[in-house]
């Protein structure tokens, strides 16, 4: 399995460009499932979970081509309506494909899905959901089994504002005939960019920004050509890099609005900003970071994905900071090697109390997830030292080639397999 070697102490310096979206692009891309016709996307990020979705993809029949950030996909014969435990346990998006597959067969059969040990990560919002479109849905051996004499339209409240519950019900109700409601739905950009997509594939699609989307289904739906969002959480982690080695870093192609709260909270501990239409420049400083207390929300909210980078700046801050992780339980495995790397965490239940130390040092770390494991490359870049950080597949499920992007800005890290490179 490749690791990173990090020699720390390079600040940040030069500019960096945005991919698109992850978490806009695999829903986009399962929604290829609701239509026959050639669907292309422009800006698909190269990442594990993307290749990944491209693999169930295939799997469900279509035939896929990525070439150069644009992914085709055409009908390939028949569509399957079951995907093999192999590819759903890589990724919790894959559950994505039940709402489009349940809407095209009215039945589906879907493994139970794995991803980020981030909790207990229940399908429950998706299910009631399909429930109130008119499946039955049942658990067996490890399947969610989805089926549905007809469907109908149906409003919907979501007990919480979920992504992939949202994400999910629009797809399935936009092949529906009628209008569906959903009711405190997840309010992210990608959701926007989910609902420009089905809007052009024929579906009507309106959004009142309030966490009220109101989805007029068609009885079929055409194919589409679309470019995906820049993906906020890569945007916010560059900024985060670019601020924790005090560098001088243009963060370009995103979209600064998306990253409003984080904004916010970078001034508000010293960090200069330069905010542009679709870039951000973090600039250099040389006063103390100030200490600051965050809690994770839903959007606008400040996003639990960037709760772990965040929390690698706070442990160069000049006093106490408190990070409140209130959307998924188990988020903090990355305080611990932190912790190893020289920094003062204490986590309890759902809050990590972060004292400011004067400097990380590198060590041996372990990457647990995608963005803790961000996290510690964040601190391998700040540490004294060599940092060696195992398990880099987590990081490299969301973050289109890291290692190049950083070393552009003047950062040393390599990549390297333990059974096949000689060091
Ligand atoms: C998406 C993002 C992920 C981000 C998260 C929250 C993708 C591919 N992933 O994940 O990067 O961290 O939003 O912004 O877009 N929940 C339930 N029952 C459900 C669904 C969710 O209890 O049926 C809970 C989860 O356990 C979690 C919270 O709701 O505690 C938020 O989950 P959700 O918004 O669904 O996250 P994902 O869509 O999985």
């Not at 149906?154 to 209008?179: D, Y």
């Not at 390599?414 to 490179?421: A, G, I, L, Q, S």
Request: overall charge neutral; hydrophobic content about 40%; charged content about 20%.
């Amino acid at each position: 399995m490749d690791r990173f070697l990090v020699e720390g102490g390079h600040k940040l310096k030069g500019s960096v460009q945005i991919s698109g979206s992850k978490n806009a692009c695999l829903p986009i891309l399962v929604a290829s499932l609701l239509t026959d016709e050639p669907f292309i996307l422009h800006r698909v990020p190269n990442l594990r979970d993307v290749r990944t979705t491209l693999k169930i993809l295939t799997a469900l029949g279509k035939k896929v081509t990525y070439e150069n950030g644009t992914a085709t996909i055409v009908a390939d014969g028949q569509l399957k309506n079951t995907l093999p435990y192999e590819l759903v346990k890589q990724m919790r998006a894959s559950f994505w494909v039940a709402g489009p597959l349940l809407a095209r067969f009215k039945s589906a059969t879907i493994p139970l899905p794995g991803g980020c040990a981030l909790g207990a990560r229940p399908v429950d919002i998706h299910l009631k959901g399909f429930e109130r479109l008119g499946a039955t849905c049942a658990t067996e051996q490890g399947n969610v089994v989805l089926s549905a004499q007809t469907l109908q339209p149906a409003k919907i409240t979501l007990r919480f504002p979920s992504v992939g519950a949202t994400q999910n019900l629009m797809m399935c109700a936009a092949l529906i005939v009628g209008e569906t409601v959903l009711e405190n739905m997840a309010k992210e950009p990608e959701i926007d960019d989910v609902a420009a997509v089905l809007t052009h594939m024929g579906a009507e699609v309106f959004n009142d920004g309030k966490g009220r989307l109101v989805i007029r289904g068609q009885k079929q739906l055409h194919g589409v050509e679309h470019t995906v969002v820049a993906d906020r959480i890569e945007s916010g982690s560059y900024m985060l890099a670019a601020a924790a080695t005090r560098g001088d870093v243009r963060v370009e192609g995103c979209v600064p609005e998306h990253n409003g709260i984080l904004l916010e909270c970078l001034q508000e501990v010293g960090v200069p900003l330069e905010i542009g239409k679709d870039y951000v420049h973090v600039k250099p400083y040389d006063t103390p970071l100030k200490p600051l207390r965050i809690k994770t929300a839903p959007y606008p909210g400040f996003a639990t994905d960037l709760q772990a980078p965040w929390m690698t700046l706070m442990t160069l801050a000049n006093g106490a900071s408190e990070v409140d992780e209130d959307i998924f339980e188990n988020r903090f495995m990355h305080a611990p090697e932190l912790v190893r790397m020289g920094a003062d965490i204490v986590t309890e239940k759902s809050v990590a109390r972060i004292t400011g130390v004067k400097s990380l040092s590198g060590a041996h770390v372990m990457a647990s997830d995608l963005r803790g494991g961000f996290a510690l490359l964040m601190a391998g870049l700040c540490a004294s030292g060599m940092t060696e950080i195992e398990r880099v597949y987590h990081i490299d499920r969301g973050y289109e080639n890291p290692e190049g992007k950083l070393n552009a800005l003047g950062a040393k890290v390599t990549r390297y397999n333990p059974d096949k490179d000689d060091f």
